[in-house]
């Protein structure tokens, strides 16, 4: 193709071509960790499949890297490739809901804040991840944790049908009779195989009314109220999630998180008594898209971000120790990251594990640590108080959530997916990408 050629199909985009220079670049290019701040040679704002198709074609015409960018939540940046081609699919943010078939047909660029508004509008929802400026395109492709999936299963269970443009240029659709392979490789397989400009899921009847039940805990009164807390998540009724936070304040939140109506949840708050006599407790009854909202604050922009995560198959009294601890003598002290546990179980395990390229269905709780700051002084300390945070749970450890992973690189992909699984996307991924187009990613190599 002739550069005049190549010049014509830029010119007839339904969105926008943005280089160096041009308003709204910079403001294009900057993702959610702002430790990443990288120059892409021209950002493609596409408004349509066909503009997809386009930014593909262009960018492996003049030989450029590609990044693809939905809710821009990637902790490495990795939508932003640096004198690459962006393929910013923010403009394509549309949701569709037809509540008789309780059915959402959401766009490759759309945020979870957008899908579940008009999914509540009919007290319908899926499963989808708790702030709600994350996008849906990397969340679900690589599973999708949220406060539905111990009902209902992850995003990817939920997950319908897919339509993807792919390394060529091609327009594919996938789903349990189409391209069924495809389609077992996008529910949990990342982003390697394509750029997905269409989600269609499945909706269920969930209401609009959530319970949050928290209990914070000193450090002296914190082991015995976990193993108690522990205990109960084993028999927890499936709207119930059960979660656990260390914060700045060497506090220890311990609770759950109930998706339907609250009465039902009254039992199990009578449960809660076992933990023993917490500092503070709050007991509130959000809608659901406040409760898929509350996290935002803490999800912010602007903050440099680290992170790491694990799943645990058990929990035994050593783990609740290392996880009290942080990586640190007493769990005490200035710099030490926060941590948390979110409990799987239910339908997610329900799932086969040969149905989908997700993997670990079998975890117990998922652990994450993490730290947020704005002074780039402090990138080596932040970063290494992580480390050891993760590195304490790493015994109790049997896998990794792929969306967790951070810069752990090919290792991070081993632990993300069993060697059977890994063989059978490498396959995959020879087949839809063979020159590794879609590599700015936790990257199945062909």
Known sequence: MTTTTKNRALDRLDGRLLRPGDTGYDEARTVWNAMVDRRPRMIIRCASTGDVVTAVRVARERDLEIGVRCGGHSALGLAVPDDGLMIDLTPMGGVRVDPVRRRAWVQGGALLGALDREAQRYGLATTAGNVSHTGVGGLTLGGGMGWLARQYGLACDNVESFTMVTADGDVV????????????????GGGNFGVVTEFEFRLHPVGTRTLVAEYAFPPDRAPKAMRHWRDLNAEAPRPATFTASLG???LITLGFVWVGDPAAARPLLRS?????????ERVHEPSYVELQRRDDTTGRHALRRYSKGHYLRRFPDEAIEAFLSRGSADGRGEGLPNAGLQAYGGAIAEVPDADAAFSHRDTLFEFGTGTGW??????PARMAAARRCAEALEPFASGVYVNALSDEGPEGVRRAYPPAKLARLTTLKAAYDPHNVFHLNHNIRP
């Open 173 to 188: 659709r996938a789903s349990r009779t189409e391209n069924p392979e495809l389609f077992w490789g996008l529910r949990g």
């Open 248 to 250: 700045g304040d060497g």
């Open 272 to 280: 809660m008594r076992g933990l023993g006599r917490p500092v503070t």
């Open 374 to 379: 704005t002074d780039p002084a402090e990138d």
